[in-house]
């Protein structure tokens, strides 16, 4: 398709359980960016994706965050044992070549942990 | 030091009159420089690339670029209220596809 599509669109998770968000990139793109946006705008990057290949993990929180792509099937973020502080929207991007034409972000999928 | 910088605002501009984003970057070697305007509750959208020192530009956008002072910055002619939005500038490090780094966003607000 022509647009990321990001599901689910809300998930509100107790603190402690698990959460998984999805992202089916554009047709064609083969990079995926997963980024978390939380108050006063500021992005923080989490991880990238060349195809099924882990490009860049430098943001993420190993110790409970962890993410796949994946052959035919949807891209996951997944934090186990969510906290307060993850409350955020996680935005997915895919590009076909950063660089040259920058991303094409989801709608987003809103966190709130309570 | 922060990677990307700009101003939060917010700016306000009356219609119809020039609106000037300004974003300064760190790192030396970044490549690439996108603005993205992001309303609120919804997810950012890219607006202009820039690649080579000078301006860049597109309908009412204009995108400069100065390598030497490690500044970008974004002009909006004729402003109109739909253009209220925050302005994210966005850059590229040195790795070939690499990760872009965002700034926290200018508040732009057109004044009716």
């Known amino acids: 398709g022509e647009e990321v599509a990001q599901t689910p669109k809300h998930l509100v998770r107790g603190e402690g359980q698990k959460a998984k968000l999805y992202c089916a990139p554009i047709?064609?793109?083969?990079?995926v960016f997963w980024y978390q946006q939380v108050l006063k705008n500021e992005f923080k990057f989490l991880i990238s994706f060349q195809n099924e290949n882990v490009f860049d993990e430098t943001g993420m929180p190993k110790e409970r965050f962890s993410a796949k792509c994946l052959p035919n099937s949807p891209c996951s973020l997944e934090i186990q044992a969510t906290k307060l502080e993850d409350s955020a929207v996680y935005f997915c991007?895919?590009?076909?070549?950063?660089?040259?034409?920058?991303?094409?972000f989801g709608s987003g999928t809103r966190l709130t942990v309570v | 030091q922060k990677e990307v910088e700009q101003n939060s605002g917010p700016l306000s501009v009356p219609e119809g009159a020039i609106a000037s984003l300004n974003c300064t970057y760190s790192?030396?070697?970044?490549?690439?420089f996108f603005w993205y305007r992001q309303y609120s509750g919804k997810s950012p959208e890219l607006i202009m690339f820039?690649?080579?020192?000078g301006d860049k530009e597109d309908g009412r956008f204009t995108a400069q670029l100065n390598k030497a002072s490690q500044y970008v910055s974004l002009l909006i002619r004729d402003s109109q209220p739909s253009d209220s939005a925050t302005y994210l500038c966005?850059?590229?490090?040195?790795?070939?596809?690499?990760?872009?780094?965002f700034g926290k966003g200018t508040r732009l607000h057109i004044l009716p």
């Open positions: 047709k064609g793109h083969s990079y």
């Open positions: 991007a895919s590009s076909q070549s950063p660089d040259n034409y920058g991303y094409t």
């Open positions: 820039i690649y080579s020192n």
């Open positions: 790192d030396r070697g970044s490549q690439s």
């Open positions: 966005a850059v590229s490090l040195l790795r070939r596809d690499d990760k872009i780094i």
